[in-house]
């Protein structure tokens, strides 16, 4: 909710009201998603080797230049308890709450049916009122995909990166200068 202070004939008064946002569909946000992925790619691909908690955060960065008019948390804790991975909403409230997010690295099909199911099941549904999902693969998707909502969920498969041998990965990610 934001507040908003009106101007009255009989004076100055405060009062609520729901942050309206334009519409958006769920083709244009995986196109946004896939801005943010292709970007990572492109400028840091080695994030892609990383943990999928650091994979989060700087996909959540890149989320954040695509997504400017929402907020974008990882691992936040719901009142359940339960921790999306990325979630693109506004903070305050459920009525806006955009897209949740959950990544894996190399899923097999019972993982991506369980994170398939978790959005379908927890985050569409009150009190959260995801509109959209969207679950992230680092690595090959198992085939066949477990079925899935289409008009709500997109699945995005990250796999164009080249394996680095591990010398390669550190310098990459942590330069070293030599004396």
Not at 84 to 97: C, F, L, Q
Request: glycine share 6%.
């Amino acid at each position: 909710m934001t507040l908003l202070k009106e101007k009255s004939a009989d004076g100055e008064k405060e009062s609520s009201c729901k942050i309206m946002l334009p519409e958006i569909t769920i083709e244009e946000v995986f196109e946004r998603v896939r801005a943010a992925a292709k970007n990572i790619s492109d400028n840091q691909s080695e994030v892609w080797h990383m943990t999928e908690w650091n994979i989060c955060h700087h996909l959540a960065n890149a989320l954040g230049q695509e997504f400017g008019d929402y907020k974008i948390d990882v691992e936040l804790i719901k009142i359940d308890g339960r921790r999306p991975d990325i979630v693109i909403h506004h903070r305050g409230g459920h009525e806006n709450n955009l897209v949740v997010f959950e990544v894996k690295k190399n899923p097999t099909t019972v993982a991506v049916a369980e994170d398939l199911n978790k959005i379908r099941d927890t985050f569409f549904n009150e009190p959260y009122k995801y509109r959209y999902g969207i679950f992230i693969s680092i690595g090959k998707l198992p085939n066949p995909l477990p079925e899935f909502d289409i008009e709500r969920i997109r699945v995005l498969e990250v796999y164009g990166w080249r394996e680095m041998t591990q010398e390669e990965f550190e310098q990459k990610a942590h330069p070293r200068t030599n004396l």
